[in-house]
């Protein structure tokens, strides 16, 4: 039975060191989120975001634009951002409406301020060892082994997933720690023996309860990214048991949360798993803080 790697309550450990932090030196770090149209995930990742600010005393921007908003608006916030002195961090909320180009918007952010680590520049800076912003997801997961005392040096890690946001940055974190690092993704084949070879498996896929109990070798650990929203009853029935205590959150809160593993089943052949929610989502939000945090003091010269 594995034991659970808490990333909630970690990340209240490091939000209150930089809390501490902040009051000792008088420092107020500052953070624009900016979030185009209405869909009900964001809405609450962003609100998430801003309670951390004002737990934090930081200085928190937030910009809520309507689905239609043009490009150039967009593109003049942006740069309003950039030039804003009190503002260390700017954080683009994604997915962005279809008619708006991601990938030319986050690279209008200033790299000094890019505290998602989603610039080019700074994913190329992650890329050749240079000191950069890590993306908030993969940087916290490294943390936590870390915090556990999980070794990853010689051992072999399995990334599910490669997208730049987590995949690709999770295996280069990983190769830095010097753990023997596969990628699988949607084209792989034998992708469930692969895993099985695992000592540290990351799961990232965005599919919910993709990854069973025999994807897992004996002793592995297993982390968890996945923040899957399961909102209708017959999908539940399809994924949970019957007596499950998500099938019921389906019925109270419209939708439960599931992550890409299996938990159930991969917590009997794991050593340490993190649970979702409470695993990896609170620690993207506290690496976002540090980030934040990181980019006021080095703009400061500290
Ligand atoms: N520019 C950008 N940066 C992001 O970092 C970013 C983004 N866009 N778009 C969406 C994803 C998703 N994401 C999460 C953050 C916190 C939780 C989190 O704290 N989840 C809680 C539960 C939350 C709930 O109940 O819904 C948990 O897992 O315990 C999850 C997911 C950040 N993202």
Known sequence: MAEILDGKSFSNKILDEIKDRCEREGLKPGLAVILVGDDPASAVYVKMKEKACNKLGFLSKKFKLPADTKEEELINLISDLNNDNEIDGILLQLPLPSHLDSKKMLELISPEKDVDGFHPVNAGKLFTGQKAFIPCTPRGII???????????????????????????????????NATVTICHSRTKNIAEIARSADILIAAIGKPYFVSGDFIKEGAVVVDVGVNRVDSPEEGEKLFDKNSEKLKKIEEKGYVL?????????????????????????????????????????????
């Open 258 to 302: 599931a992550g890409d593993v299996n938990f159930e089943q991969a917590k009997e052949k794991a050593s340490f798993i993190t649970p979702v929610p409470g695993g990896v989502g609170p620690l993207t939000i506290a690496m976002l803080m540090k980030n934040t945090l990181e980019s006021h003091l080095r703009r400061r010269g500290k």
């Open 143 to 177: 943390e936590l082994l870390k915090e556990y005392k999980i070794k990853m040096e010689g051992k072999n890690a399995v990334v599910l997933g490669r997208s730049n946001i987590v995949g690709k940055p999770m295996a280069l974190l990983l190769l830095n720690e």
